[in-house]
């Protein structure tokens, strides 16, 4: 199992970007997909976003236009870049392996808010 570590968060007005990275302690290259999760608070975790290995993407509804998610397996680090922020995608961004969730990052705080 690989380690990960998420970074980028932090506080945003609304409409503004941060991008959030995802650094993974051995490669990438063989896990075919990773993906990003958010919890709100009182809220379970939620799906939002995943990468595969031969670069197709998927968006929850929410996110989709906005967000942007992508790999670099020589980095062994997995992005998400997200843009026109609102309140509502204040949470704590989680990076996972998929399909099978084993390996969660510690996650980071990303907070929308004038």
């Known amino acids: 199992q690989v380690q990960l570590v998420e970074s980028g968060g932090g506080l945003v007005q609304p409409g503004g970007s941060l991008r959030l990275s995802c650094v993974a302690s051995g490669s990438i290259a063989s896990i075919n997909n990773m993906g990003w999760y958010r919890q709100s608070a009182g809220n379970p975790r939620e799906f939002i976003a995943s990468?595969?290995?031969?670069?197709?993407?998927i968006y929850v509804n929410s996110v989709k236009g906005r967000f942007t998610v992508s790999r670099d397996n020589a980095k062994n680090t997995v992005y998400l870049q997200m843009n026109s922020l609102k309140p509502e995608d204040t949470a704590v961004y989680y990076c996972?392996?998929?399909?099978?969730?084993?390996?969660w990052g510690q996650g980071t705080q990303v907070t929308v808010s004038s």
């Open positions: 996972v392996t998929l399909p099978d969730l084993s390996c």
């Open positions: 990468v595969s290995s031969s670069g197709i993407t």
